[in-house]
């Protein structure tokens, strides 16, 4: 073994345990082993990609591009064209320019992640898809690239405010963090009512991501299904915080990799959200699907989020010079 040449380690290996991984990839990965070399092309064949436009083959398809693409930082997947675009370094979730030609608002695959309070912060996949090929690719990246993710993955911090509706104040702060291969994204939203002690109607039709959302009127319109408790974690959660003040409320939602929690006192509600949007995979990952609003899929799909605190956990755990 040791008189083998060393510069790979699966040219190494026999020709049939090559083959047996080969069973074990999918199709995109194949296609994507075998453009490696030819000496591993000869061994483990071409890949091919079935036949026929399913919507199976669509994510196939993408895979492969998002596969090729990983070593590419002037370029990202689209996964509306399915096929690359240029990256636009001034295209940022605090000034959003998707230079697709697609992209529009009723585009099915280039829908952003839009926080509570929106326009401010617009994240699009790509961002996600960029900010995490950047930091795997850590020191190879050019200095342009480097100030680009900077930017990519830059808090932000503003301040709304609605004179004409319930003289209400938000203060909010969003700050991305890459951990161990994942976007994660902390908000911190205040409420605040300058003059008058706050209700539970400041926070109104407020929600924290597509499944939770604040009503505080309609609370008799709720049954008991299960289905129901589970979109009612952020509603309780307000609940018990605005019954214990002062006290931080944490929750989590079932139907996404969320973690928040609620603190009330007397002049203000601080909202806290964790969300866990996913690894660099494609676009039509069910982690990031559903997070993000579109019309062709259901709200409730195949993510289940069964370990409260992992989000926030992981978040904390990636805690350096921020702060
Ligand atoms: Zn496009
Ligand atoms: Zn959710």
């Known amino acids: 073994m040791s008189s083998l040449p060393k510069h790979s380690a699966l040219l190494n290996m026999p020709i049939d345990l090559i083959r047996e991984i080969t069973t074990h990839l999918s199709p995109a990965d194949n296609i994507i082993l075998a453009t490696t070399c030819r000496a591993v092309r000869n061994c483990a064949g071409q890949g091919q990609f079935p036949p026929a436009d399913t919507e199976e083959n669509r994510e196939e398809r993408f895979e492969y591009l998002a596969g090729m693409s990983r070593d590419m930082p002037d370029h990202w997947v689209c996964e509306e064209c399915m096929r690359y675009h240029r990256i636009d370094t001034a295209d940022t979730p605090a000034d959003s320019r998707p230079n697709c030609p697609l992209a529009d608002l009723y585009g099915r695959y280039n829908q952003p ?16 898809q960029l900010a995490l090929k950047y930091t795997r690719m850590g020191d190879s990246l050019t200095p342009s690239h480097r100030q680009y993710l900077g930017r990519l993955t830059a808090a932000r911090q503003f301040s709304l405010s609605y004179p004409w509706e319930k003289k209400v104040t938000v203060a909010a702060k969003v700050a991305p963090r890459i951990v161990d291969g994942r976007f994660l994204l902390r908000t911190i939203c205040e409420y605040r009512h300058p003059s008058r002690q706050i209700t539970r109607d400041l926070i109104a039709s407020e929600s924290i991501c597509r499944h939770q959302q604040f009503f505080p009127l309609e609370d008799g319109a709720w049954t008991n299904s299960s289905l129901h408790q589970d979109l009612r974690q952020f509603p309780r959660a307000v609940d018990n915080s605005f019954e214990s003040p002062g006290k931080e409320v944490h929750g989590h939602c079932p139907h996404c ?26 676009p039509l990952d069910p982690v990031w699907r559903s997070f993000v609003h579109n019309v062709e899929f259901p709200p409730i799909e195949e993510v289940e989020y069964i370990e409260p605190g992992r989000v926030r956990e992981l978040y904390s755990s990636g805690e350096k010079e921020e702060e």
């Open 113 to 128: 992640l839009q926080l509570a309070p929106a326009d401010e912060y617009e994240l699009g996949r790509r961002h996600v």
């Open 257 to 282: 990799y969320t973690d928040f929690s609620v603190t009330t006192t007397a002049r203000s509600v601080r909202i806290s959200v964790w969300m866990d949007l996913g690894t660099e995979s494609s």
